[in-house]
C-alpha cells in the first residue's frame, strides 16, 4: 500500500521548512513568527513557487480550528452589548462609504485597474476591505494570553458581526440562500445537552482531541451542505460548548494542532497570486487608509463608553485589513466583476498590514503611555460594568489571575492576610464563580495601563502583587505596569519553563513560582509530612 505522504508535492515540505526558518528569524528581532511566515511566502512567490493541495487542505483546517476555539471561549451574550454590535455595524457603514469615495478618486488619476471603474465595482472593493482579520487577530491574542481579556472579547464580538455580514454577501453574491434545511441547524440547541454529556465522558487525552476535531469539521460541514460558511458552523458549535467545564482544557489541547495548521494559512496568502507594480502600487495606497479605518474603531469605542485604554487595544487588534478580502476578490473574479489581478492587490494588502500591525501591537502600550493625555480626553464620564473605579479596603496583597493555580494562592494567603487579600481576574465566569465561594473578587486586566487608575491609593497600600496568569506574555505585561506605576513591595510571579524566569527578574520580580517543579516539590513535603504522621502513630 502507498504512503499517504507520496500523494503530497515533495516540494511542499520545503515551503514549510523554509517558513519556519523565517518564523525563528523573526522571532529573535522581537516579530510574531506569522510576519515570518508571510515574508516566506512572499520571496517563495518571487522564485516562482506555487503552493498545493497539502497547503490549502494545513490553512482551512487551521482557520477551522481557529474559530472553534473562539467559540469555545465565547457565550452569545457576548454578542448582546451594544459597543459590540452598535460599533461593527457603524464601522462597516462608515468605512464602505470612505473606501468608495477613496476608490473612485483614485480612478479620476486613471490609475491602473481602478481607471474606469464604476459605482458597483467600487462598493465592491470598499466591502472587502472594510472587515478585519480574525485569523491575525485571534492569534494576536493568543500569543499575549488575553484572549479572554476584555479588550479581547470586545475585538472578537466585532469580528463575528462581521463574519455575519460577510456569510450574507457570499450568500447573494454566489446567487444561492441558504437552503431550506438551514432551519434545521437550529435542532443544534437542544442538542447541546448531549454534546455535554459526551464531553464530559471524554476523558483528558486522546479522546478529547479527538472529539475536538469531531465537533469543529462537523460543524463546518453541515453548515457547508445547508449553503452557509463553513467556518461560521466551526464557531457556532464551539459556543455551544462554552461554559461546560471541560471547554478550556479542550481548547488549550487544540491549540498545537490550531499553530500547526495556520502556518499553512499565512504560508499560502504571500504565494497566493504573482504580484505586480501595479498591483503593490495600489495596496500601498490602500494602506494609507488603515490609520483612519483604525481611528474610527477608536473614535466608535470611546463614543459607546469604553475606557480609552481598552478603546485603543481593542482597535489595534482591529487595525489590519482581512482574509476576507482574498475571498471576497475570488467571487469577484469568478462573476467577472473584477480583474484577476485584483487577487494579487488584496493578498498583498493583507499581507502588508499583517507585517505592519505586528509590530505596532508589540509597542501599543508604549504609544499609548506616550499619546494617553490625548487619548483620555475623549472617555465618556460613565463607566461600564468590569471598568468602573475599584472601591476596596486595607487590601495587603493582590492575586492576578483567579484560575486554579491563582484560586490556590489566594485560599492559602487569606489565612495568613484574612480579609486582606483581593483577586482580579478578566473572565466574567472566575469572577461570578469566586464571588459566590465568599472571595473577595474583582473584574480587571493586570495587562491594562489604566488598572491602576481605576484605584489610585491600591499600590500604595500592597505589600505582595502575586503574578498567576495563564501566558507568560501577559505576566511580563503585568510586571511591566508595576513597575511604569513605582510599585515599592514584593512581586511574584508563576512561570512554567526555566527561560522565563530571567525576563520576569528583569523587570522587578522578586520571587519566581516554576508550577511544573514546585508542584512536585509541594507534593513531596506533603508526602514527608504524611509520612511522619503514620510513624508517630
Known sequence: MDSLLLSIDPREPLWIGFAFACGLLVSHIGLPPLVGFLLAGFVLNAAGAEGGDFLRITADLGVTLLLFTIGLKLRVKALLPPY???????????????????????ASF???????????TALIIAFALTFSSTVFAVKILDQVGSSGSFYGLIAIGVLIMQDIAAVAFLAVSAGKLPSLWAFGLLALIPLRYLLFAILSRTGHGELLVLYGFVLALGGADLFELVNLKGDLGALVVGMLLAGHPK???????????????????????GMAVPPSWNAILLACLFLLVLPIKTALYFGLFAAFKLRASTSWRSSLVLANYSEFGLIVGSVSVAAGWLAAEWMAVFAILLS???????????????????????????????RLTG??????????????????????VYESLAVDFPGKVLGVDMDDFQVERRLAQ?????????????????????????KWVILALPRHPANLAAAERLREIGFEGRIASTSKFKDEISSLKKLGVNFVFN????AGKGFAEDLKQHFNTLDKA
Do not use: C
Open 387 to 408: 471598568e468602573e473605579d475599584i472601591q476596596v479596603g486595607d487590601v495587603q496583597v493582590l492575586v492576578f489571575g483567579m484560575g486554579r493555580v491563582g484560586s490556590s
Open 110 to 120: 486613471s490609475l491602473p485597474l481602478v481607471s474606469g471603474i464604476n459605482l458597483q
Open 515 to 518: 508550577i511544573y517543579t514546585e
Open 438 to 462: 465568599g472571595q473577595q473578587v474583582v473584574k480587571g486586566d493586570a495587562t491594562n495601563p489604566d488598572f491602576w487608575s481605576r484605584a489610585p491609593d491600591l499600590a500604595a497600600k500592597l
Open 247 to 269: 471547554s478550556n482544557e479542550m481548547a488549550k489541547n487544540l491549540l498545537g494542532f490550531k499553530e500547526l495548521f495556520l502556518v499553512g494559512f499565512f504560508l499560502s496568502v
Open 84 to 106: 459590540i454590535w452598535g460599533v461593527a455595524i457603524l464601522h462597516m457603514a462608515l468605512v464602505v462609504g470612505l473606501m468608495t469615495v477613496f476608490v473612485l478618486f483614485l
Open 352 to 382: 502588508l498590514s499583517f507585517i505592519g500591525a505586528a509590530p505596532i501591537i508589540d509597542n501599543g502600550e508604549r504609544l499609548y503611555t506616550l499619546w494617553r493625555p490625548r487619548f483620555k480626553r475623549m472617555e465618556r464620564k460613565q
